[in-house]
């Protein structure tokens, strides 16, 4: 598909919680080959810090990610979306933000562990899963052959990661 790094952009409806978590670990395990974004249809302002202590588990840093709108990529100078990722889950009845263009599109629903209530340990597990799904997600996204796929090949691939 191409030379370059891809760009994907992780779309949520908060920004603070799951597309944090799926910024962090594909530009953590992307290998060069991927660049990583994430935003909110309708940003809360912060990030979840059971997201930040998820993301710290995993070895990864935390500095610079910060909960903002999607409207600063849709800005001339952004950098051009080659890949949108929503995250939102359609059981949460949440809106999940639709984006214009050309870039390959891909709904990879879970849970919003932000929605959790309980106990700080219960919290800490929904987030936990939600990491975990998010990561395995993304670990057959970077061992796709992204280079040498057609553009209908991999998008199929890309819906299916989503039911995984």
Same mark, same amino acid.
């Given at each position: 598909?191409?030379?370059?790094?891809?760009?994907?952009?992780?779309?949520?409806?908060?920004?603070?919680?799951?597309? *944090?978590?799926?910024?962090? !670990?594909?530009?953590?395990?992307?290998?060069?080959?991927?660049?990583?974004?994430?935003?909110?249809?309708?940003?809360?302002?912060?990030?979840?810090?059971?997201?930040?202590?998820? !993301?710290?588990?995993?070895?990864?840093?935390?500095?610079?990610?910060?909960?903002?709108?999607?409207?600063?990529?849709?800005?001339?100078?952004?950098?051009? *979306?080659?890949?949108?990722?929503?995250?939102?889950?359609?059981?949460?009845?949440?809106?999940?933000?639709?984006?214009?263009?050309?870039?390959?599109?891909?709904?990879?629903?879970?849970?919003?562990?932000?929605?959790?209530?309980?106990?700080?340990?219960?919290?800490?597990?929904?987030?936990?899963?939600?990491?975990?799904?998010?990561?395995?997600? !993304?670990?057959?996204?970077?061992?796709?052959? *992204?280079?040498?796929?057609?553009?209908?090949?991999?998008?199929?691939?890309?819906?299916?990661?989503?039911?995984?």
């Amino acid at each position: 598909m191409s030379d370059r790094e891809l760009n994907v952009l992780f779309l949520c409806t908060g920004n603070s919680a799951r597309s *944090i978590m799926a910024e962090a !670990i594909l530009n953590a395990t992307g290998q060069g080959r991927f660049r990583a974004f994430s935003a909110g249809s309708h940003p809360n302002g912060k990030v979840n810090p059971f997201a930040l202590a998820q !993301i710290r588990k995993a070895g990864f840093s935390t500095e610079g990610y910060r909960s903002k709108s999607w409207d600063e990529f849709a800005n001339p100078d952004a950098p051009p *979306i080659d890949l949108v990722v929503t995250v939102c889950s359609d059981a949460a009845g949440e809106v999940c933000p639709i984006w214009p263009g050309r870039p390959l599109k891909a709904h990879w629903g879970v849970d919003d562990p932000a929605r959790v209530e309980g106990t700080e340990d219960e919290k800490d597990r929904a987030f936990a899963r939600v990491y975990t799904q998010l990561y395995s997600r !993304i670990r057959i996204l970077t061992s796709l052959p *992204i280079d040498t796929l057609e553009r209908s090949v991999l998008q199929a691939k890309l819906h299916d990661i989503g039911k995984t």
